[in-house]
């Protein structure tokens, strides 16, 4: 009989990049091959961590059985990584267990079933984890999702959604990846960074760490920009733990990333719709229904819809010192995306009140970039006066200017500030926070 081969395969997958060593894929198809006696012997289509413990020693019965059937093909060592890693098949991720457990790891980015990238202190490394083949991949991308009562198949071949241990798992396959099924894992660590780290880090200096808290404890609306990995969650969720103890905080995101330290904190996450095409709950249904929950400030993990219409609305009806982060190049990037998001409401606003509006709900922005080599640096902190002549009036406060790049091929720069005392210093000296005259001088300190 011949074998047909799977709709989800390419020409691609009979290529093996020079790269790959064809010893470690051929462990690998042997594993798969083993692994697919064990799911015909067991039922292991679904199992959690209530069902490992119950069925680890007749899995590993059964594996040690199969392995010394093929004795003369597999050396001892071979034999228990063999043992070990089906284990990860049966109730892993298979070969991308032991990059789960690297906590230097914040990135696995999986192009193909030989290609695997990681992210790690900001750089990407071409590792040598392989998988058998595509099909091997899809059994693993199918696990995945199958566990967070998700499915990927060739109607639906896309899958955003999060992994029991926060991390964010994206799977694409056939039709609309070309090269074959792929899957991108974007993990956080068991411990939020804190500013400490980020000082640590040189991501900001200690004068732009204190006039942050100083403006998120006395409520001035702020919104964090930057774009894809630049660390905008991160550094959101470092300046949320200046959020007073007494003040009642709902999170909404698309997928949870925020880990706050506050006890009086509700989180929202939104729902896709189902086979159906009903049930779904996106942000602006969760940022309408969060009015009604009585908060005294809502966290937007991520505007990029017209929800940012309500969340604006909320900021200027009694929920000031609102917090968000938004995708953009640039601060002054941040305010044209707001607007283009607003008009995406469908509501025929002029220009004039949609801009009045995003002035009187965010007052500052904070935006963070990932620089050459990897280091994430707060590229500027600005604050929005008012509006003139039909225009924002934005002027830095602090910033960063990257003057080359080392040796090493890491960015290198200047923080600096500029002199400039915001308007609303004087709201933050009214909720009794005062800040030195020397926080404000303008100054330059390089960071090497």
């Known amino acids: 009989m011949i074998k047909k081969t799977p709709w989800y395969l390419t020409e691609r997958d009979r290529r093996l990049p020079e790269h790959v060593d064809e010893v470690e894929q051929q462990f690998q198809q042997l594993k798969a091959a083993i692994h697919q006696e064990l799911v015909e012997a067991l039922d292991l289509s679904r199992v959690g961590q209530a069902d490992r413990d ?11 059985r199969m392995c010394r059937a093929r004795g003369n093909m597999l050396g001892k060592l071979d034999r228990e990584r063999l043992l ?42 071409l590792t040598d984890v392989v998988f058998a083949d595509a099909e091997h991949l899809m059994r693993i991308i199918r696990r995945v999702v199958s566990r967070i009562g998700r499915r990927i198949d060739e109607v639906s071949p896309l899958v955003d959604a999060r992994l029991p241990d926060g991390s964010r798992v994206n799977a ?3 039709p609309l990846a070309l090269n074959g099924p792929s899957l991108s894992i974007r993990r956080f660590g068991a411990r939020p960074l804190e500013l400490d780290d980020l000082l640590a880090n040189d991501t900001l200096l200690p004068s732009i760490a204190k006039f942050l808290t100083a403006a998120i404890e006395a409520r001035i609306g702020c919104a964090v920009s930057g774009g894809t990995g630049a660390g905008k969650t991160t550094l959101l969720n470092a300046l949320s733990a200046s959020i007073p103890a007494d003040e009642r905080i709902v999170t909404i995101e698309d997928s949870a990333e925020l880990i706050l330290q506050h006890r009086h904190c509700v989180r929202l996450e939104t729902r896709p719709p189902n086979s159906e095409g009903s049930g779904e709950y996106s942000q602006r249904d969760l940022v309408r229904n969060s009015l009604r929950m009585r908060p005294d400030r809502i966290i937007v993990g991520e505007v990029r819809g017209p929800e940012v219409w309500d969340m604006l609305q909320a900021m200027n009806t009694g929920h000031e010192g609102s917090l968000t982060t938004i995708h953009a190049n640039s601060a002054n990037d941040a305010l044209a995306r707001l607007e283009m998001m607003v008009a995406m409401t469908g509501f025929d606003l002029p220009i004039s009140v949609v801009r009045q509006y995003i002035a009187s709900g965010i007052w500052m922005i904070v935006h963070i970039s ?4 990897g280091p994430r640096r707060v590229m500027s902190v600005s604050e929005i006066s008012g509006i003139r002549d039909g225009a924002y009036v934005m002027k830095d406060i602090f910033g ?10 890491v960015a290198r720069g200047k923080f600096y ?14 909720a009794g926070i005062e800040l030195p005259a020397e926080l404000f001088q303008a100054s330059e300190q390089e960071v090497v």
């Open 370 to 373: 990932r620089l050459k080599g």
């Open 417 to 430: 500030s500029t002199g400039y005392q915001p308007v609303f210093l004087e709201r933050i000296r009214a």
């Open 172 to 174: 694409v396959i056939p």
């Open 84 to 125: 070990e890693e089906l284990l990860s098949e049966v109730f892993g991720l298979g070969p991308l267990d032991r990059l789960m457990e690297d906590p230097t790891v914040t990135d696995i980015l999986v192009n193909d079933p030989y290609t695997v990238y990681i992210e790690r202190h900001g750089r990407l490394e």
């Open 400 to 409: 960063f200017r990257q003057t080359g790049v080392g040796p090493d091929g």
């Open 54 to 64: 119950r069925l680890l020693p007749q899995v590993r019965s059964i594996a040690e």
